[in-house]
């Protein structure tokens, strides 16, 4: 039996910048940060049976891997040549379809699995591009390379991604006051609404490609992310609010960013405390997260009258592991 464990992420600034459309013309710098909620993936040999196992919110039983439904699993094990039956079940510490780079983290810990499975070492820079390899050139996805990298490599990093894909890695330089009071004034709370991320950023990409203004919003996405990684490198945690508020309102102006019910949650938030928040993920609904330095108790009271339910978590710094590794 073999565990692994990978991360989910929360976008904290440039989000969005990542997507090839953009990314490929003008390159981007972006800040994102892995959470100590996670994605399980157990795999173990199934040497007296002849088919695939596949459990997930649905259980698949298959001779042939080109059977397979899971569009994930079914790809991974092209992409490794796995050839033997073998077992593959998940667990998730959240529900998919919630703006924390899920379907991402699944692919990460499920690949540390397979190399795993054939004793096989692989960096957290190589698992994050053969995860990004299946994703966008395999599957096709409308998305970018933040999960993947967040959910691989753990902490609060800044992502540099030049204008052929390529990606450098650095670790915020955050001093630990800094890195505690981000984690005691920084909530997030579920808005119960989930989406489907790719018909959000197939718009937003549809949008900026035929709308020059549209496009400029993006330029400024990837300035606030550059904003908020200065802030936070110079412990102005206050301002990193500020700019979270900045990011939101710019990410509203493309379509189905926002609904009414989500606008008075978060308007509910600026009036009993929260500096600034914004969404996570593409948009449409998931999870806000909010940045409060004071009346933490009112904000939390507040939100949880109109039904929404906190989400407590802190910082990841391991990224995907084994977590066991039986023979």
Same mark, same amino acid.
């Given at each position: 039996?073999?565990?692994?464990?990978?991360?989910?992420?929360?976008?904290?600034?440039?989000?969005?910048?990542?997507?090839?459309?953009?990314?490929?013309?003008?390159?981007?710098?972006?800040?994102?940060?892995?959470?100590?909620?996670?994605?399980?993936?157990?795999?173990?040999?199934?040497?007296?049976?002849?088919?695939?196992?596949?459990?997930?919110?649905?259980?698949?039983?298959?001779?042939?891997?080109?059977?397979?439904?899971?569009?994930?699993?079914?790809?991974?094990?092209?992409?490794?040549?796995?050839?033997?039956?073998?077992?593959?079940?998940?667990?998730?510490?959240?529900?998919?379809?919630?703006?924390?780079?899920?379907?991402?983290?699944?692919?990460?810990?499920?690949?540390?699995?397979?190399?795993?499975?054939?004793?096989?070492?692989?960096?957290?820079?190589?698992?994050?591009?053969?995860?990004?390899?299946?994703?966008?050139?395999?599957?096709?996805?409308?998305?970018?390379?933040?999960?993947?990298?967040?959910?691989?490599?753990?902490?609060?990093?800044?992502?540099?991604?030049?204008?052929?894909?390529?990606?450098?890695?650095?670790?915020?330089?955050?001093?630990?006051?800094?890195?505690?009071?981000?984690?005691?004034?920084?909530?997030?709370?579920?808005?119960?609404?989930?989406?489907?991320?790719?018909?959000?950023?197939?718009?937003?990409?549809?949008?900026?490609?035929?709308?020059?203004?549209?496009?400029?919003?993006?330029?400024?996405?990837?300035?606030?992310?550059?904003?908020?990684?200065?802030?936070?490198?110079?412990?102005?945690?206050?301002?990193?609010?500020?700019?979270?508020?900045?990011?939101?309102?710019?990410?509203?102006? $493309?379509?189905?960013?926002?609904?009414?019910?989500?606008?008075?949650?978060?308007?509910?938030?600026?009036?009993?405390?929260?500096?600034?928040?914004?969404?996570?993920?593409?948009?449409?609904?998931?999870?806000?997260?909010?940045?409060?330095?004071?009346?933490?108790?009112?904000?939390?009271?507040?939100?949880?009258?109109?039904?929404?339910?906190?989400?407590?978590?802190? $910082?990841?710094?391991?990224?995907?592991?084994?977590?066991?590794?039986?023979?």
């Amino acid at each position: 039996m073999i565990v692994t464990r990978a991360p989910l992420r929360l976008s904290i600034g440039g989000g969005g910048t990542d997507l090839p459309f953009y990314s490929s013309k003008f390159g981007t710098s972006l800040v994102t940060a892995a959470i100590d909620k996670y994605i399980y993936i157990i795999l173990e040999r199934r040497d007296f049976y002849d088919e695939y196992l596949i459990r997930y919110s649905q259980t698949e039983k298959v001779k042939d891997r080109k059977d397979i439904k899971h569009t994930r699993v079914k790809a991974a094990f092209e992409y490794l040549d796995i050839k033997e039956p073998i077992e593959i079940t998940s667990i998730a510490d959240v529900p998919s379809g919630t703006g924390l780079g899920s379907s991402s983290a699944y692919l990460v810990a499920l690949l540390k699995a397979l190399h795993t499975y054939k004793r096989e070492h692989i960096s957290n820079k190589k698992l994050a591009e053969e995860a990004c390899d299946i994703e966008i050139n395999i599957l096709k996805e409308p998305i970018g390379k933040q999960d993947q990298y967040a959910s691989a490599f753990g902490g609060i990093i800044n992502l540099e991604i030049d204008k052929l894909g390529n990606v450098v890695v650095s670790p915020l330089n955050l001093s630990y006051s800094t890195l505690e009071e981000l984690e005691q004034n920084t909530l997030m709370f579920s808005t119960g609404i989930s989406r489907a991320a790719s018909e959000i950023l197939t718009e937003q990409k549809k949008q900026a490609e035929s709308d020059e203004e549209k496009m400029k919003q993006m330029h400024i996405i990837k300035d606030i992310g550059s904003e908020i990684k200065k802030a936070l490198e110079q412990g102005e945690t206050r301002k990193f609010g500020q700019w979270l508020n900045v990011h939101w309102e710019t990410k509203k102006k $493309f379509g189905k960013m926002s609904s009414s019910d989500i606008d008075k949650y978060y308007e509910t938030a600026l009036k009993n405390g929260a500096i600034g928040g914004k969404l996570i993920g593409a948009g449409g609904g998931g999870f806000l997260l909010f940045y409060c330095e004071a009346n933490k108790r009112q904000l939390r009271e507040a939100i949880s009258k109109l039904g929404l339910k906190e989400l407590l978590f802190k $910082f990841d710094t391991e990224g995907c592991k084994v977590l066991y590794e039986g023979r």
